[in-house]
């Protein structure tokens, strides 16, 4: 059976089956995909990361159906009714759908009227009238009456006869088949808003009338119906049909159900009933049985989809541009509870904190400010991140304040997504790594550290906290999980980690690493100092030959013996770099970043029977150039000043941001009015778009124009066609439904005569903040 899944995962992939065994063989010895993509490619005929995610899925479905098959078979065998026939239909099933309908008639029930039937000796009964319509089923009947079996009279008889056709029309494997692809292709789904809801169930408004066929329905918009149907809103219908035609409605599912047993209307004696039976059978079982088949295609089809949007998306905010290795000041606002201060040196450790109190109800701003540049002038800070949830405008707004004050080099503000970080606060992970810190105090360093280093830092997080997902809250938690930990997996190994930097949740991100082998990595690291070599690791407890060998790659160390400890180079392969220096005519450090030099090596001059040419050929671009970093360079978003919320905004507005998630239908953009605006996948270019990510990606900085405000319903609509012409509301269009134009309020910050949405420069400080900010270096 596994040379028919190595077949078939083949032909799936389009590749050899040579190297679909080379690569399940590597997987079973307990090789990670990371590590066969990498430094396995010889085995495996240069099969790249995504094939092996691929074909490692495909593996798990293709093994879990042989051993469903091998169950089907042993329990029809029991049954005694296992014929040469069935068992080659079984074995030939492709799916798991497939290999259900054909157990069905088989499958272990409870006692139902079809089985009490036949224990009645009914069955006969059926199988006649079935077979031969010219007999009159009444008479029939009147020879299976038995009180003694619970069989009174013909009418008894009858319904008992009509039961077991019905199980008998509903277990046919292959008309089942043909029904629900029939459905699926010409069915569709509609909406009703439940009486009663239409306020509560505001957000699900665009449902409240609807109908689309299955075959177009985008994957949001399932999850959205069911979501929608689960809070009780809205009342689902899975129609057979997506026409009103009389010759498309249920009579064609009754047509092929009385085809497939050669039963039709002419004229004989049982051809009524039998028509009756089919009717029957439609309705009350096979019908039902199809609707269910169709909302699990459904919600499979959506939940796939959305589980490779959350995982794209993660991808993206894993490898968005580090700011690097500089002190980063972390403020986490409230108002409240006030906003929550941090500042981390280049290597991300605490050197200071403090809670301000700027917004209101407490309003100290001018002691806030001083704060804030106190330990802006104490500690050199550099970027200023501003996490983006509840008083993130607000607190952007004291930061540039403290910006422009800044006399010399001024820190760069940032407003980072803080998705994540109160989750991180409390985590037991967060309590060892920051035992002396109050947990409200933690969630403004993981707000700093994420902009060094967003991927080193989002690893200590469950992945389905960080927010970046598209109903990912509705899906399969393990099938989520499995696949946002691939995510995760491939981010960490392919930027490579820094052996004596990091932390335990991201050591036990790479490969061959886990959670107790990564914790024992940095206890030695902490009592016996820092690695100077990879083969030091050998010396950590409980890392072998095979942790080892998949590991090493992945990990870097900077100023090390060896300086090719500081490349993705294995330590495998050295032999051959040394093989090249001495070719070179210098040794392994003249050789590396010495483009020269290299680009004069010749790559088969280096192929050996361990080594061939795809391998070779990397070691020789990684030498070039060295550890590098394959994540983009570091860049921001600049906010419009005075627009801190969707009151501040016009219809027409030019506004730059960040795109924070990509989904199925657009991308949600931060322009710093706490609400993310919506650029529909139509609003993305002027040329047509099947995926947005063809477009935007989380991180991405964007211009957009504002198309339109819905304050009510918390929505904002974008575009990033500049060049299209918006037409903003009338005068008296204003307040209706809260549908853009100018919204000039009192209380909000904007003054009358004033250009709309722009804010008035608040005063010079004076007094106590001005000496403050002298005895601070700031005035």
């Not at 020879?143 to 046919?172: H, M």
């Not at 210098?586 to 795809?614: A, E």
Request: aromatic share 4%; glycine share 8%.
């Amino acid at each position: 059976m596994s040379t028919e899944i190595h077949q078939r995962i083949a032909s799936e992939l389009g590749v050899a089956e040579r190297q679909v065994r080379a690569a399940v063989d590597l997987l079973d010895g307990g090789a990670t995909v990371p590590f066969i993509a990498r430094y396995r490619k010889e085995a495996t005929g240069t099969l790249d990361d995504a094939q092996l995610r691929t074909l490692d899925e495909r593996l798990r479905y293709l093994r879990e159906m042989t051993e469903r098959r091998d169950a089907i078979l042993q329990s029809i065998d029991e049954q005694g009714k296992l014929t040469g026939e069935l068992k080659a239909q079984i074995l030939a099933a492709d799916t798991k759908a497939r290999l259900e309908d054909l157990y069905l008639p088989y499958k272990p029930k409870r006692r139902t009227k079809a089985q009490i039937a036949r224990e009645a000796g009914l069955e006969p009964l059926a199988t006649r009238l079935l077979a031969d319509p010219d007999l009159i089923p009444q008479q029939m009947a009147a020879d299976y009456i038995s009180p003694d079996k619970d069989v009174p009279d013909i009418s008894a008889a009858l319904a008992g006869a009509r039961a077991i056709l019905t199980e008998r029309f509903a277990e046919d494997a292959d008309l089942l088949a043909e029904l629900r692809e029939r459905m699926w292709s010409s069915g569709r789904v509609t909406a009703k808003v439940r009486e009663g809801k239409e306020t509560e169930g505001a957000k699900f408004s665009d449902y409240f009338d609807f109908a689309e066929p299955f075959t177009s329905l985008p994957s949001h918009r399932v999850l959205a119906l069911f979501r929608g149907e689960k809070e009780e809103v809205l009342q689902l219908s899975l129609e057979t049909s997506d026409s009103d035609a009389p010759e498309a409605g249920p009579d064609q599912y009754e047509r092929a159900i009385a085809a497939r047993f050669g039963v039709s209307d002419q004229g004989r004696p049982g051809d009524r009933w039998l028509l009756d039976s089919v009717r029957w059978a439609w309705r009350t079982r096979i019908s039902v049985g199809l609707s269910v088949d169709t909302r699990v295609r459904l919600w499979q089809a959506a939940e796939e989809a959305a589980v490779e949007v959350f995982a794209s998306n993660l991808r993206d905010l894993l490898l968005a541009a580090p700011a690097g290795t500089r002190v980063t000041m972390g403020l986490d606002p409230g108002y409240r509870t006030g906003v929550k201060v941090a500042v981390v040196d280049a290597t991300g450790k605490v050197v200071d904190t403090a809670t301000v109190y700027p917004h209101k109800p407490q309003g100290r701003w001018d002691e806030a400010l001083a704060t804030l540049g106190a330990l802006v002038v104490r500690h050199g800070v550099e970027l200023v991140a501003i996490g983006n949830g509840t008083a993130s405008r607000e607190t952007d707004r004291l930061a540039g304040e403290l910006v422009r004050l800044v006399e010399g080099k001024k820190p760069i503000k940032v407003t980072v997504s803080e998705a994540g970080a109160s989750v991180y606060s409390a985590s037991a992970y967060a309590s060892r790594e920051l035992p002396d810190l109050d947990v409200s105090l933690r969630g403004a360093v993981s707000i700093a550290r994420r902009l060094q280093d967003p991927l080193a830092e989002l690893v200590k997080i469950d992945p389905k906290s960080i927010g970046v997902g598209q109903y990912q809250h509705d899906v399969a938690e393990a099938k989520l999980s499995r696949s946002l930990d691939a995510v995760v997996e491939d981010c960490v190994n392919g930027v490579g980690v820094d052996l004596n930097t990091a932390s335990a949740p991201l050591l036990a991100r790479v490969s061959g690493i886990s959670q107790s082998l990564a914790d024992n990595i940095v206890a030695h690291r902490d009592s016996v100092g820092a690695f100077r070599s990879r083969q030091a690791l050998k010396d950590v407890p409980r890392l072998g030959p095979k942790a080892f060998e998949q590991c090493a790659g992945f990990l870097r160390i900077r100023g090390g013996d060896d300086p090719l400890d500081a490349s993705s180079v294995h330590p495998e392969a050295y032999p051959v770099v040394r093989r090249m220096a001495e070719t070179a005519g210098g040794d392994v450090s003249g050789l590396i970043g010495n483009s020269r030099v290299l680009t004069r090596l010749r790559p088969t001059d280096f192929v050996d029977d361990t080594f061939g040419l795809p391998t070779v050929t990397d070691i020789l671009a990684e030498l070039e150039k060295p550890g590098r970093d394959p994540r983009p360079g570091f860049k921001t978003a600049e906010f419009a000043e005075g627009v801190e919320k969707p009151s501040d905004l016009t219809v027409g507005m030019v506004l730059e941001g960040t795109v924070t998630n990509v989904a199925a239908f657009g991308a949600f953009v931060d322009i710093g009015v706490h609400q993310d605006g919506l650029v529909h996948i139509s609003a993305m270019s002027n040329r047509f778009v099947s995926d947005p990510r063809e477009v935007a990606k989380p991180g991405d900085i964007v211009k957009v124009r504002v198309l339109e405000v819905d304050e009510a319903r918390n929505r904002i609509s974008l575009t990033m066609r500049l060049d299209d012409k918006v037409e903003k509301p009338a005068e008296g269009d204003r307040d209706r439904g809260g549908r853009g134009g100018d919204r000039r309020r009192k209380g909000d910050g904007n003054q009358r005569g004033g250009k709309p949405g722009r804010q008035q420069r608040r005063p010079e400080p004076q007094g106590a903040m001005a000496e403050a900010l002298r005895r601070a270096g700031l005035a």
